[in-house]
């Protein structure tokens, strides 16, 4: 799962669920835990956030397009 995300998702769920067409992209390797999935549907968020293994490429396209990027992390 990736580090910290949950803290993450959670801080945004007032926005998630205010702005419906709002998504969460997430890159890599990893895929979402069972729990983290079974969160993201009992909190009604699901559909807006996507995993997916991106290439050089649409990581690129996806920071152009971004509205931000974030890098959760509890210690800094």
């Known amino acids: ?3 910290n995300f949950t803290a993450f ?3 945004m769920l007032p926005l998630l669920k205010e702005k419906r067409t709002l998504r969460i992209v997430c890159t890599g390797g ?3 835990s069972k ?3 079974e969160f993201f549907q009992f909190m009604g ?3 807006q956030i ?3 293994s ?3 490429s649409l990581l690129n396209a996806l920071y152009q397009n971004a509205n931000v990027f974030v ?3 509890l210690y800094e």
């Open 50 to 52: 996507i995993q997916i």
């Open 9 to 11: 998702v959670k801080a």
């Open 45 to 47: 968020i699901d559909q």
């Open 30 to 32: 990893n895929s979402f």
């Open 1 to 3: 799962n990736y580090k």
């Open 54 to 56: 991106a290439s050089g």
């Open 71 to 73: 890098f959760p992390s």
């Open 35 to 37: 729990e983290e999935l």
